[in-house]
Structures are given as structure tokens and as C-alpha cells.
């Protein structure tokens, strides 16, 4: 049984019957747990219109089931929110302003409600911030093989013989690098696109970068060597380097074209 409910409270609209795909939820003779299955999704919790379900796996958060969203309606209009679409551009210069812990906390609010398979929340996220030079060395030492089809490959072999900050191909001048590891790739690219779009909300910017990926896809063993507190079988499929812009962008370039077909 996964569910706390509060016949009490429940006024009988039936709403979290109507919501459950499982049917997991029986109003006969009062509202109660059928016993089918539930893979604890909360929709129940959330059309509630009196608070009177919870999940069991809530209960030690304190959260009061009767909260509602700030308004029935959207602050943000579809004009608003295209236009902070629109504003997205790769940031590779930055400021040496560090990214600290409260930005970070703040930042990570938009992963509250990111969905994921199953509703399994199996996501796992690491900062670096420290000894970037031996986490591009690691990374380098995979992706050295694919060389002769990446300049970038090739211009990081300069930097790691040489190490200068400002000729880091793999991070450009990116304070710190949020790394995404699931073993479902969708969950970490939907999580990946909110922490841009939220970053960018904040002032803040960077870039996804798909040679630290590479490195997954090449050997994943030997780039899991790096994170012995990461199950193994997570994948780290997104990598966004971030940090304070040093540069504003003034417009956005004309719409890409998208091939979209309807059947
Ligand atoms: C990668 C991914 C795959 C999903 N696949 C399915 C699916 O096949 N069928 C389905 O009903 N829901 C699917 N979902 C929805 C999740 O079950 C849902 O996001 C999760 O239960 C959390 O609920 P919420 O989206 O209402 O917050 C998927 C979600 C993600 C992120
Ligand atoms: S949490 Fe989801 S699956 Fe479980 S009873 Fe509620 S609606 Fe059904
Ligand atoms: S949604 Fe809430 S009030 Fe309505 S039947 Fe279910 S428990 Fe009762």
C-alpha cells in the first residue's frame, strides 16, 4: 500500500479514481487503495481537491497536501516564454565569477518536478569544480581515438600537454561542469534543458557539450573510473558546462528550420 488517505477530508468527488491509470483507487464503500498497483506518480495527490491523499513516501517531508499551485493560471505568457526560448545561444566566455552553492541550490530547484521514466527519479548529478585539468585528462585519454575527426580532439591535446586555462577546447573558460548520468538518456536530456533554460533565467550561461558524452559512449568503464559513487549502470548521457557570461547577445538568429510531418 502506498498511499495515507484521510477519509475524513475525502468529500467523494472521485477525481483521484478518475486520474489513477492503474486503477488503484475504489470509492466503494469509501475511498480506499485497491491493491492493484501504483508506481507512486502523485496524481492523486495532485487533483485532490481537498488535500485528503498523500504518499507514503511523503510523509517525512512535512508537505502540506492542500498546497496549490501560486495561481490557476500561468504568470508566463506563450509570447514571454517563446521569447526566453528564443534568447538561448551557447555561452563559451566567461567571467572568473564563481558559481556558488546558493546559485546552485537555486538552480537545482527547476529539477523539483522534472519527469522521469516510470517515475523511477533516477537521476544522479555531479558537479565538478575542482581538478578540471585531471577531469579533461580523463576525459582526453578516451576520446583521444577519435582525433583525426575533431579539431576540438586535436586542440585539446595541446592544452593537456600545455595547460593554460583560456586554451581548455573542452570547457573554453566554464567555471563548472554539471554532469547527467541515468540509465534512461531521456531523463537527464529533459533534466539537462531545464537547468539551461533556468540558468539562462538567472543570468547565468554555458553550453552542452557533446565530447564529454563521447567519452560514455567510447568506454564507459574507464570514464565511470572517475565516479566510484555512481551505480555502473547509469550512462552519463548530458554534460552542460556553466558559469557567468562575459558576453550579451543581442538577437536571435533567424527561426532553423525544423523538419516537422504530420501522418
Ligand atoms: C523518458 C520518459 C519516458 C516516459 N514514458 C512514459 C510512457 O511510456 N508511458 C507513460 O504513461 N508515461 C511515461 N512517462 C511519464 C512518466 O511516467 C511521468 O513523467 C512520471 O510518472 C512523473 O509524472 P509527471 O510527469 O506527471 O510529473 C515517461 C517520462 C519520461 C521522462
Ligand atoms: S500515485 Fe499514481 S498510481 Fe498511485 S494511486 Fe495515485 S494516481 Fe494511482
Ligand atoms: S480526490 Fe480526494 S476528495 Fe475526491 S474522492 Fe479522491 S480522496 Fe476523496
Redesign the pocket.
Known amino acids: 500500500m502506498k498511499l495515507n488517505?484521510d477519509p475524513v477530508?475525502?468529500?467523494?468527488?472521485?477525481?483521484?479514481?478518475s486520474v489513477c491509470i492503474f486503477n488503484n483507487?475504489s470509492?466503494d464503500p469509501e475511498?480506499h487503495e485497491t491493491e492493484t498497483e501504483c508506481f507512486e506518480c502523485g496524481h492523486?495527490v495532485s487533483?485532490?481537491?481537498?488535500g485528503?491523499?498523500n504518499l507514503k513516501i511523503y510523509e517525512d517531508l512535512n508537505y502540506d497536501t492542500r498546497n496549490k499551485y501560486k495561481t490557476d493560471k500561468l504568470d508566463v505568457t506563450y509570447d514571454e516564454y517563446i521569447d526566453v526560448l528564443n534568447r538561448h545561444r551557447s555561452i563559451r566566455y566567461f567571467t572568473k565569477e564563481d558559481v556558488t552553492p546558493q546559485t546552485y541550490e537555486k538552480l537545482f530547484k527547476c529539477l523539483d518536478n522534472t519527469p522521469t521514466a516510470s517515475n523511477m527519479q533516477d537521476l544522479d548529478i555531479v558537479v565538478i569544480k575542482s581538478d578540471l585539468y585531471e577531469f579533461t585528462k580523463h576525459i582526453y585519454d578516451i576520446i583521444k581515438t577519435k582525433s583525426s575527426d575533431f579539431l576540438t580532439i586535436r586542440n585539446l591535446a595541446k592544452y593537456i600537454e600545455n595547460p593554460d586555462e583560456n586554451q581548455n577546447t573542452l570547457l573554453y573558460t566554464g567555471r563548472d561542469i554539471i554532469l547527467l548520468f541515468s540509465k534512461n538518456p531521456q531523463d537527464t536530456t529533459i533534466a539537462c534543458g531545464r537547468i539551461e533554460i533556468t540558468a539562462q533565467l538567472m543570468g547565468l550561461g554555458g553550453f552542452y557539450n557533446g565530447f564529454i558524452v563521447m567519452a560514455d559512449e567510447i568506454d564507459h568503464e574507464k570514464l565511470m573510473e572517475y565516479f566510484p559513487e555512481i551505480d555502473p549502470s547509469k550512462h552519463l548521457s548530458c554534460a552542460y558546462i556553466i558559469g557567468h557570461p562575459k558576453i550579451k547577445f543581442k538577437r536571435p538568429l533567424p527561426p532553423r528550420k525544423v523538419n516537422i510531418t504530420y501522418k
Open positions: 488517505i477530508r475525502c468529500v467523494r468527488c472521485g477525481l483521484c479514481q483507487i470509492l475511498v492523486c487533483i485532490c481537491p481537498t485528503a491523499i
